[in-house]
């Protein structure tokens, strides 16, 4: 029989992707001055982020299967480790910038293996709710992430940003070490080749993989591009991580709203299709007012739609590859998060918050369409 993990555990793997990424946004200023780059150059370095994170995601995915969930979990943990002591440590933008690549690999690990092995202990209908709570988590993360960016780039810059992501990552390194479980029965053998010859032909991954990376890249285009606009408003970094509050209360009343409506038994479905509502109108929102501050207040429905999109795509996606869950995790995950990364090298150039959040609406209504 397996062991179930604490929740609370996997809460917190779920939420520190998200912090990690979210803690280092408001630091940008301080990196594009610190290594006389431009704001578009150290905003690219979340499209190389993402794109390590994907491989990341699949390498993780595959050794779950062939190692076992524990110590593959152990062993991104403490590249990402090593990872943030040498960012923190550098005074060279390429460095940083292959420390970034190899973080993002590491902390990879977090997400695929924390969904491996509660797809591994709860059944399909459990997943929803599961992921409902997961969702709860993951919305408290830009609240702790943005704010504490922002004290920590007011006070000391980027170092001072790496230096608190080094030490979280060994104090989740260490507890993982004597409390995670192994969630896997039995190793099985990772047939890579035929499994990803059936999901490039699976139309439901596909679109599920277009959905997680459009509410992805709407809600991390604010935090790639939304320092700068920020900046020409007059406002300082440790606003914009103060904003980082408003969009967790966004979220978290889009999990909580979530939560709600699959108790009442309304289907996955028609939440899908909330979520889509949501996002269409905060986009036209954010574009309609970006000319002011009080652009924020549309982009809570934005990240209000992320909290409800989410968890219900990520606890379907995966319902036929039961038996590979863990490599199959791993193909799902690349495929969005290369879809994630393209999208936000594309916001990159853009510079344009508003309409990468609109092209981002634009792509979930054509998904929800194609869908059976």
């Known amino acids: 029989m397996n062991t179930k993990p604490s929740l609370w555990l996997m809460v917190t793997m779920l939420m520190f992707p998200q912090i990690v990424e979210t803690i280092y946004s408001p630091a940008l200023g301080s990196i594009a001055q610190s290594f006389s780059v431009s704001y578009p150059q150290a ?6 982020y993402f794109s390590a994170f994907a491989i990341g995601v699949v390498v993780w995915g595959i050794l779950a299967d062939k190692w076992g969930r524990r110590p593959t979990m152990l062993v991104g943990l403490f590249i990402y480790a090593c990872s943030a002591l040498v960012a923190m440590q550098t005074n060279n933008f390429t460095v940083l910038m292959l420390a970034r690549a190899f973080s993002a690999f590491g902390i990879a690990v977090a997400s695929v293996i924390t969904q491996t092995m509660l797809r591994d202990v709860f059944s399909a209908q459990e997943l929803g709710k599961v992921f409902s709570l997961m969702g709860i988590g993951i919305s408290i993360s830009p609240v702790l992430g943005m704010f504490l960016g922002g004290q920590l780039s007011l006070i000391g810059g980027y170092q001072y940003v790496f230096s608190a992501l080094f030490i979280m990552a060994l104090v989740l390194f260490s507890y993982n070490l004597f409390k995670l479980p192994e969630t ?61 509050i408003a ?42 007012m970006l000319g002011s501050i009080c652009f924020v207040i549309p982009m809570l429905l ?7 999109a989410i968890p219900n795509v990520l606890s379907m996606a995966l319902n036929d590859y039961k038996q590979q869950v863990g490599s199959a995790g791993a193909l799902f995950g690349l495929s969005y998060y290369l879809l994630i990364a393209a999208g936000l090298a594309l916001a990159g150039v853009v510079q344009n918050l508003g309409i990468v959040l609109i092209g981002c609406a634009v792509v979930t209504l054509a998904v929800m369409l194609l869908r059976k």
């Not at 934005?302 to 909290?307: A, E, I, K, R």
């Open 184 to 244: 896997q029965q039995q190793t099985q053998p990772v047939a890579i080749a035929s499994l990803s010859a059936r999901m490039l032909k699976d139309r439901h991954i596909w679109l599920s993989a277009l959905l997680v990376a459009s509410y992805n890249i709407a809600l991390f285009s604010y935090y790639q591009l939304g320092a700068f606009r920020f900046s020409e408003l007059g406002f300082g970094v440790d606003k914009f991580g103060y904003s980082g």
């Open 43 to 48: 905003a690219q370095t979340l499209s190389v």
């Open 302 to 308: 934005v990240v209000m739609s992320f909290g409800i």
């Open 247 to 288: 969009l967790g209360i966004g979220s978290l009343l889009g999990s909580y709203l979530n939560t709600v409506l699959l108790g009442k038994k309304l289907s996955q479905g028609f939440l899908l299709w909330l979520a889509v509502i949501l996002l269409t109108i905060g986009a036209i929102g954010v574009y309609m």
